[in-house]
């Protein structure tokens, strides 16, 4: 259930509000917008009519929501989401670009990309980097005023991540079902990317993201890296309906990861401009 207050609601009635949401057995999540405050209703909201709250001093009207994210969703927040890392705001009008360890740009840019933990499927092949490089990486792009996006493939990578003092957790489409994990970076108060797997739906992404959300970490953008291709030399393709329909829905950051995703057909740059054309606020490359 999401309560739109009025304009001039003051803080009496709003904290009303809240107080009998509670009293139903269900807990608040406020959103304060520049005009209005919105206040959701976090639980098993049967328990009350819309026109209930609708009679509350200070409300202008009550909605139900029938998607099972509700936090994220752009009925609870019409303005975008912008998250501010290192005086930078990702979010907005404005297209932030972040650069791979292997991109050619990389020494321009402001924002790194780094995945310390990628191990190859060949069990013969060691390790590219270990947790004493991963600290240089880091502490090297802190000191040249850069942020650091590091990538995570398992729980147990959290702490050193964190302990390495990234600035962002990046999680793979792999993570998206791992309920453990996305409960672990709920409870943080760093920004976090959770990425769409390429299996599943635009819909259990958003579902993934509002379980973080709902352990309270807000700092929450989502990540587009690539969906199955029906052509056999292109496993992989951009989703742009899927970046599109979350830009809608959704108020949080659309992060678009191209790296992997060129090919003959299909260079970075044809691929950034579609990125941005569907709506992508961030673009790793």
Not at 74 to 91: A, K, L, M, P, S
Not at 128 to 146: E, F, G, P
Not at 268 to 284: D, F, K, P
Request: contains cysteine; glycine residues 6%; charged residues 20%.
């Amino acid at each position: 259930m999401i309560i739109v207050m009025q304009r001039q609601a003051t803080a009496a009635q709003i904290n009303n509000v809240i107080t009998f949401i509670r009293q139903r057995g269900l807990h608040e999540h406020i959103s304060h917008g520049e005009e209005r405050t919105i206040i959701g209703a976090v639980g098993d909201e049967r328990v009350f009519e819309p026109r209930e709250l609708e009679a509350l001093a200070g409300v202008e009207k009550a909605l139900r929501i029938l998607q099972d994210w509700r936090i994220i969703s752009r009925e609870t927040q019409q303005q975008d989401t912008i998250i501010t890392v290192r005086g930078q705001q990702f979010g907005g009008q404005q297209c932030q670009l972040v650069a791979t360890m292997t991109s050619s740009q990389l020494p321009e840019s402001i924002n790194i990309f780094i995945d310390p933990f990628y191990q190859s499927a060949s069990p013969y092949t060691p390790p590219l980097h270990n947790s004493i490089n991963m600290q240089q990486q880091i502490k090297q792009a802190h000191q040249a005023n850069k942020s650091v996006w590091l990538r995570i493939r398992d729980v147990r990578q959290l702490e050193p991540a964190l302990q390495a003092e990234a600035d962002i957790i990046y999680l793979g489409g792999e993570l998206m079902p791992n309920r453990t994990l996305l409960n672990e970076v709920g409870c943080l108060n760093i920004p976090v990317v959770l990425c769409k797997d390429k299996h599943h739906q635009v819909d259990d992404w958003l579902i993934a993201a509002e379980h973080i959300a709902l352990k309270g970490n807000h700092h929450l953008m989502l990540g587009e890296a690539g969906t199955l291709s029906l052509e056999r030399n292109t496993p992989y393709r951009l989703d742009v309906e899927a970046i599109v329909k979350a830009r809608q829905i959704t108020h949080l950051p659309i992060v678009a990861n191209i790296s992997h995703l060129a090919h003959a057909y299909m260079n970075s740059a044809t691929l950034m401009q579609l990125a941005q054309a569907a709506g992508a606020h961030i673009v790793i490359y």
